[in-house]
Nanobody
Framework: QVQLAESGGGLVQAGGSLRLSCAASGRSGIGYVMEWYRQAPGKERELVAGINWSGITYYADSVKGRFTISRDNPKNTVYLQMGNVKPEDTAVYYC???????WGQGTQVTVST
């Protein structure tokens, strides 16, 4: 079993930056993919970015060039560096271990104009 805990959300002005963290505890090891999703009010949860154990990354088109996902394997932590944020980035952000059904509780990000 894996426990995931997101942190780092908050209120940020449009154009600003924010860094989210997701700490994983419990089972760990080589080979799993970590992903960030977000869910805005009234919308479905959507994939934001993912990273595999060796650091290969992928992003939603809406965040390419603005967000960066990274991970610290010894610390079992994945990060989402958000830059040049926009009001449409407002959402609850969740991390997950792809394909396992393990999700964190989410962290709220609100971008003001």
């Amino acid at each position: 079993q894996v426990q995931l805990a997101e942190s780092g959300g908050g209120l940020v002005q449009a154009g600003g930056s924010l860094r989210l963290s997701c700490a994983a505890s419990g089972r760990s090891g080589i080979g799993y993919v970590m992903e960030w999703y977000r869910q805005a009010p009234g919308k479905e949860r959507e994939l934001v970015a993912g990273i595999n154990w060796s650091g290969i990354t992928y992003y939603a088109d809406s965040v390419k060039g603005r967000f960066t996902i990274s991970r610290d394997n010894p610390k079992n932590t994945v990060y989402l560096q958000m830059g040049n944020v926009k009001p449409e980035d407002t959402a609850v952000y969740y991390c997950t271990v792809r394909g396992t059904g393990y999700w964190g509780q989410g962290t709220q990000v609100t971008v003001s104009t």
